[in-house]
Structure formats: structure tokens, C-alpha cells
């Protein structure tokens, strides 16, 4: 555990140490809030359904997507692939940790600065709340969405890291992994009779996962597969390490 | 406190370590010697549990590589070639996180911190980014990083490359100290390093172990017959035959304007009776001095010879 969290802490004084870190921030934030000034006056719009903004804020626009799709592989590129490059990894990994722990705590790393990009859109939550009355369940489950989807790509980016000593190829394929998992659940869509297939798919949906959280529905299904999926990556991370780890 | 045992090592149907076989006792500062790509870094990285082995035991510290990589890892510090460090961190805070990561106990870190830092003299950089040393600061904190959990064992791949001769200096100093405490197991192929630093040396060649033993004895098995360089005036060309005859000389060659190369028996020293001839005969001695192959001689014969072999399955020459 103390092993671990001196992997965490190592990562995060490396994020926070490269400009980078403080782009994606500024960015991300500016583009939130941008989306979430749209949502607003666009429901301010009488003709428009009635429907919450923090819906719409949840999953509800293909920007979300947008953003978490650019935004993970950016966070994950850098955790493994670096620690390869520089050969650090040999010096990690010839001192009594196992790769899982090394997996692990960089994921960890990732996740916390993950929630960290996250943390200031409560304060939209406080903004509507001054203006209307909310119903928090509903952002309580929206935000438990926006967890385990995190969760579950940036376990696909830790998993893309390990696969190259290039950060701009671990991003690129984090981002195709990110994509083909976000469109297999779309391929539903797509089909027209029903069938155990299309359920299958319909199960694999991200879109209906993420609206349902949104509107307050927190199915276990949704929780077991993100997480599940999430497990299977970061396993096939520490698997691909242990390979890998030399050039 | 190392032992190998049939040790192999094949990258994709290429053998770059065969069958190596050897045995370190405690305390002893070992050097691995031999060209690029001999497969010193292979067989250092299969040490330290990095890479697994195709064939063969390692066992090191009483640890079977096999059972207990991580406990093995515990028992060695390990300071891979050029030095990877993370170059956003202070040497401090790189220490202390090589001291968590190691398993340092909690209530030791500040003091081995302390420690390591005196013992490497990198105090005056402590609280810099490591990313701004020079490379011979570099190498001392990627030494202390290695020490900080006090290993049994010290492997260190190539520790004096790159560096200034005052740097490599004090880091060769610093090995010598640490081999009264540690069993040192340091590559190189900077041949006079091996002999001021180490006790004893392997030379390594395609994966191989061509020689081992102390770099005197190696010196003297390999290189044969010890020979003494001789210049006089007024000799002529008589003093050829004159030196041949003196007792113990096995052959004399030689070199011109009054030089000679005397070859002799292993167990004689034919000075005297060259100086006594010399003030016989009335030639001015103006040199006489035995001369010590270097191991650079053993090496260019030992990795030239290979060479020669290349193909045949030849038996290892332990020598």
C-alpha cells in the first residue's frame, strides 16, 4: 500500500510539474462551461421539452463524449510508456514492487486527476441550485456515471500506455480503444429486429448508461460492466507490463 | 551470494547468454568484462529479476530467482546503465521515494536519506531538481537510490560511463568504500578500472564466460611468458646471442638501435644476470624493464580468439 501510494504521489508531482496538466485543466473547464452555458439557454427556450440541464450536462450532449474521449487518452499516455522510454521502469521494477502495483498506482494517479478536472463542476450544480430547486439524487447518479466511465477508460488508457514506448501512439490507441468501446453499444441502434444480439449490444451501450445515471437511475448492470471492464484492462495492463517492460 | 547456475538467455531464437555458470562469495567486487553486446546487461537484468531467464537458477542473497523475485529485489540494489531518473523530482524526494518504494521502514527514511546523500556526496544538490544535474551528480544519486535500502548485493551496469576522469575518480572511489560493506557486481569495458577496482574479473564474450579469476592471474595465465625490455649501447650485434644464453632466458628478440625484448621463465628473474653481462662486457645499460601485460592484452586475445572460433562449437576455455 505505502508502495503504491509513492507511485501515486511520484505521478502527480510529474503531472503537475509539465505544462500539460494545466492546459488540460484550463481547457477542459472552458469547454464545460461553454457546453453548459448552451444547455442552459438552450432549455431557457420555451418551445424546448422540459428536461433538467444537468441531464443534458450528464451524457445528454455528444460534447461530453467529446471531451472524455480527448481528454483520457491525454491524462494515460504519458503513465507507462514514459517510464519505458526514460528506462525508469527497470529501476522500478528491479525494487520489490510487482507490476500490478505499479499498474495500479499509476491508474490510481490518473483517476485522482481525473476527479480533480471534475471537482469544479459542482460549482454549476451550486449555480442552478440558486436559481431553481434541483433534485441532487439525480446529480449524485450523474456523477457516479461520470466515475465509472472514467474508471473504465482510463483503465484502457493505462492498458494503451504499456503498449508503446511513443506517448503520441499510447494516445492514439487509448483514443481507437475509447471509440470502439463507445460504439459497439451504438451498433443497436442500428439493428432493427430484436434479437439476443441486439440486447447484447444494448447492454454495451455507453449513451443509454450514461443518460440512465443522468436521470437518476443507477442500475447495477451499468455499475457491473463499467467496472468489470475496468478491472479486465488494468489486469491486461500489469499482464502486458510484464512483457513488455523490456525493450 | 550470487550463484548461476547454467544460465541462458534467447531473444527470439538468438542466444545472446549461454549457459553461464558462476559463483560470487560474500564481499567480493566483481567486474564484468567484454565488448558491446557480449550480453553483460542481459545476464545484469536476469540478476535483478527484470528479465526472466529462458534455461537455468539464479539464486542470489539465498533467494531463488524462481520462488521469490520480489524478495530477491529486496536484497539488491540495482543501477541500471545511463542512469534513468525521473527528472522532475529533487534528489530529496527522489531518495525518499526510492526509500518507499524499496521498503525502507518509515521511521528510517530521514536517516538513510542523510546517509546515502553523505556517503555519495551529493549534499550540495539535495534540495535541486534532479533534472538539471550534471551527468557525474546523475550517476552518484542513481548510486545512492541504489544503496538507500542497503542490499545485499550492488549491481551496477556501466557506472563510470560518460563521466569526466576527476567524476570517474571519486565514483571508483566511492565502489571501492562500498565493496568493504556489499558484494559489488559492476560491468564494464574500461579495462584499468577492473584492475584498480575489483578483485575479480569475468570477461564475457557472446554470452559466454571466457576467463574469470584475479586480474594479476589472468594476467599471467593468458599472457604467457613474463618478459623484460631491455635497451644497452655497445653491444652490437653480438649481444643478441650473449642475452640468449643467460640462464632462465627462454628467447630473445631483437628490436633494434640496442633494444631487445627478453622472454623468460615464469620463475626467474634474469635482471641480475643482465647487468652483471652488461658490466662484463662494458655496455652501457640504459633501460631494463619487466614488462606486465595489461588486460587489454587479455582481452583483445580472449574476444579475438572467440572469433577466430565463430562457428564451432567450441568448448569453453574457462582458461
Request: aromatic share 8%; charged share 20%; glycine share 8%.
Amino acid at each position: 500500500m505505502r508502495k503504491t501510494w509513492a507511485i501515486i504521489r511520484r505521478e502527480l508531482i510529474a503531472y503537475f510539474s509539465s505544462p500539460l496538466a494545466y492546459i488540460v485543466m484550463t481547457a477542459f473547464l472552458l469547454m464545460q462551461g461553454y457546453i453548459f452555458y448552451l444547455i442552459v439557454s438552450f432549455l431557457n427556450n420555451p418551445q424546448t421539452p422540459a428536461m433538467t440541464p444537468l441531464r443534458l450536462f450528464f451524457g445528454g450532449t455528444i460534447f461530453f463524449w467529446l471531451f472524455l474521449l480527448f481528454v483520457v487518452p491525454v491524462i494515460t499516455m504519458r503513465l507507462i510508456a514514459e517510464e519505458r522510454r526514460s528506462g525508469t521502469i527497470e529501476v522500478l521494477l528491479t525494487s520489490p514492487v510487482t507490476e500490478a502495483q505499479v499498474v495500479v498506482g499509476k491508474f490510481l494517479a490518473a483517476m485522482a486527476f481525473y476527479l480533480a478536472l471534475w471537482l469544479p463542476t459542482v460549482f454549476y450544480v451550486v449555480i442552478l441550485g440558486r436559481h431553481s430547486k434541483i433534485d441532487l439524487g439525480p446529480v449524485a447518479a450523474g456523477y457516479l456515471g461520470v466515475v465509472l466511465l472514467g474508471f473504465m477508460f482510463l483503465a484502457v488508457g493505462t492498458l494503451a500506455s504499456t503498449l508503446s514506448t511513443n506517448q503520441l501512439i499510447a494516445a492514439i490507441i487509448a483514443f481507437a480503444a475509447m471509440v470502439l468501446l463507445f460504439s459497439i453499444g451504438l451498433v443497436e441502434q442500428l439493428m432493427t429486429s430484436s434479437s439476443v444480439l441486439r440486447d447484447a449490444f444494448a447492454h454495451m451501450n455507453l449513451w443509454t448508461q450514461m443518460d440512465d445515471f443522468a436521470k437518476g437511475i443507477v442500475d447495477t448492470r451499468h455499475v457491473v460492466y463499467q467496472l468489470s471492464m475496468g478491472v479486465l484492462f488494468l489486469f491486461l495492463a500489469a499482464k502486458s507490463l510484464e512483457v513488455k517492460k523490456w525493450r | 551470494m550470487i550463484e548461476v547456475e547454467n544460465l541462458g538467455k534467447t531473444y527470439v531464437a538468438e542466444p545472446v547468454v549461454r549457459d553461464l555458470s558462476f559463483f560470487v562469495p560474500e564481499g567480493q567486487v566483481l567486474g564484468f568484462l567484454g565488448p558491446n553486446g557480449a550480453g553483460k546487461t542481459t545476464v545484469m537484468r536476469m540478476l535483478t529479476a527484470f528479465l526472466p531467464p529462458t534455461t537455468g537458477r539464479v539464486v542470489v542473497a539465498g533467494i531463488d530467482l524462481d520462488q521469490d523475485p520480489v524478495g530477491l529485489r529486496r536484497n539488491v540494489g540495482y543501477l541500471p546503465e545511463n542512469v534513468p531518473l525521473y527528472p522532475e523530482l529533487r534528489v530529496e524526494e527522489y531518495l525518499r521515494f526510492r526509500a518507499d518504494v524499496e521498503g525502507v521502514p518509515r521511521a528510517e527514511v530521514a536517516a538513510r536519506v542523510d546517509d546515502v546523500v553523505a556517503r555519495c556526496l551529493i549534499a550540495d544538490v539535495r534540495r535541486q531538481v534532479v533534472g538539471t544535474l550534471s551527468k557525474g551528480y546523475r550517476q552518484r544519486v542513481g548510486l545512492a537510490g541504489a544503496l538507500i535500502h542497503r542490499p545485499k548485493v550492488l549491481i551496477l551496469d556501466e557506472p563510470t560511463v560518460g563521466l569526466d576522469p576527476n567524476q570517474i575518480i571519486k565514483v571508483r572511489e566511492l565502489i571501492t568504500e562500498l565493496g568493504r560493506e556489499h558484494t559489488v557486481l559492476l560491468s564494464t569495458h574500461i579495462l584499468p578500472e577492473v584492475e584498480q577496482v575489483c578483485e575479480r574479473v569475468f570477461i564475457i564474450d557472446r554470452g559466454r564466460i571466457v576467463a574469470d579469476g584475479a586480474p594479476d592471474a589472468l594476467r599471467s595465465r593468458l599472457v604467457g611468458n613474463p618478459s623484460l625490455a631491455v635497451e644497452l649501447t655497445g653491444g652490437g650485434e653480438a649481444a643478441a646471442a650473449a642475452l640468449a644464453a643467460l640462464p632462465g632466458v627462454v628467447g630473445v628478440e631483437a628490436k633494434g638501435e640496442g633494444r631487445f625484448h627478453l622472454e623468460h621463465g615464469a620463475g626467474s628473474d634474469p635482471r641480475e644476470a643482465v647487468f652483471r653481462l652488461a658490466v662484463e662486457r662494458g655496455w652501457v645499460l640504459l633501460e631494463m624493464s619487466p614488462q606486465r601485460a595489461t588486460l587489454e592484452d587479455v582481452f583483445v586475445r580472449l574476444t579475438t580468439r572467440e572469433d577466430a572460433l565463430a562457428g564451432q562449437e567450441a568448448e569453453v576455455s574457462h582458461a
